[in-house]
């Protein structure tokens, strides 16, 4: 069981908005520790998609997009392409003896 | 441009050992720390710990003590990571990745290698 729950499948049509969230607890991002999203496409090694919550690295698209709010952190993509279709992964701080770094289990994003 | 490049795929029986080394470029090697993370067959990552490039200091994540030890060689801007005693289970792709952020509760991953596949088979 991970200490950051996302849930396992999200689907969408090419053009629409989605969102996967994140959901921790007192002890991570419900202590103001900060939340940073991975995209990993098949085959492939984990990228740093946001940082610090809502950052985006320099190459990534403003389609995406970041947010937290008490214990739970979102990841939104606007405008869904077919290459966004990816295993999606949060990543944070936890105070508890589960850290101190913890990731999501993991979102697979499918583009129907 | 700043890359991590890991070792090749291994093949390993029970019990044996295996060192999977990570060389970094493209930066300065002591300034940033490095993380280690693991990913089961059809898993999700898993955080192993960190090594500090500066002072060498390893810390390692609860299930990851005893049988993982992280390593430097900073003359040749490399990380290692050795698994000894292997066990079917330790099959996995085994990434590193570089460390951003001064303290370790602000800590994320910028540079990723492209990770080598461990296989644990008699």
Redesign the interface.
């Given at each position: 069981q991970s200490v950051l729950t996302q849930p396992p499948s999200v689907s969408g049509a090419p053009g629409q908005r989605v969102t996967i969230s994140c959901t921790g607890s007192s002890s991570n991002i419900g202590a103001g520790y900060d939340v940073h999203w991975y995209q990993q496409l098949p085959g492939t090694a984990p990228k740093l998609l946001i940082y610090g919550n809502s950052n985006r690295p320099s190459g990534v698209p403003d389609r995406f997009s970041g947010s937290k709010s008490g214990t739970s952190a979102s990841l939104a993509i606007s405008g869904l392409q077919a290459e966004d279709e990816a295993d999606y992964y949060c990543q944070s701080y936890d105070s508890s003896l589960s850290g101190p770094v913890v990731f999501g289990g993991g979102t697979k994003l499918t583009v129907l | 441009q700043v890359q991590l490049v890991q070792s090749g795929s291994e093949l390993k029986k029970p019990g044996a050992s295996v060192k999977v080394s990570c060389k970094a470029s493209g930066y300065t090697f002591t300034s940033y720390a490095m993380?280690w993370?693991r990913q089961a067959p059809g898993q999700?990552?898993?955080?192993m710990g960190?090594i500090n490039t500066n002072t060498g200091n390893p810390t390692y994540?609860?299930g990851f003590t005893g049988r993982f030890v992280f390593s430097l060689d900073t003359s040749v801007s490399t990380a290692y990571l050795q698994i000894s005693s292997l066990k079917a289970e330790d099959t996995a792709v085994y990434?590193c990745?570089r460390v951003?952020g001064p303290v370790?509760?602000?800590?994320?991953?910028?540079?990723?290698?492209?990770?080598t596949t461990v296989t644990v088979s008699s």
């Amino acid at each position: 069981q991970s200490v950051l729950t996302q849930p396992p499948s999200v689907s969408g049509a090419p053009g629409q908005r989605v969102t996967i969230s994140c959901t921790g607890s007192s002890s991570n991002i419900g202590a103001g520790y900060d939340v940073h999203w991975y995209q990993q496409l098949p085959g492939t090694a984990p990228k740093l998609l946001i940082y610090g919550n809502s950052n985006r690295p320099s190459g990534v698209p403003d389609r995406f997009s970041g947010s937290k709010s008490g214990t739970s952190a979102s990841l939104a993509i606007s405008g869904l392409q077919a290459e966004d279709e990816a295993d999606y992964y949060c990543q944070s701080y936890d105070s508890s003896l589960s850290g101190p770094v913890v990731f999501g289990g993991g979102t697979k994003l499918t583009v129907l | 441009q700043v890359q991590l490049v890991q070792s090749g795929s291994e093949l390993k029986k029970p019990g044996a050992s295996v060192k999977v080394s990570c060389k970094a470029s493209g930066y300065t090697f002591t300034s940033y720390a490095m993380n280690w993370v693991r990913q089961a067959p059809g898993q999700g990552l898993e955080w192993m710990g960190w090594i500090n490039t500066n002072t060498g200091n390893p810390t390692y994540a609860q299930g990851f003590t005893g049988r993982f030890v992280f390593s430097l060689d900073t003359s040749v801007s490399t990380a290692y990571l050795q698994i000894s005693s292997l066990k079917a289970e330790d099959t996995a792709v085994y990434y590193c990745a570089r460390v951003w952020g001064p303290v370790v509760s602000e800590h994320y991953m910028d540079v990723w290698g492209k990770g080598t596949t461990v296989t644990v088979s008699s």
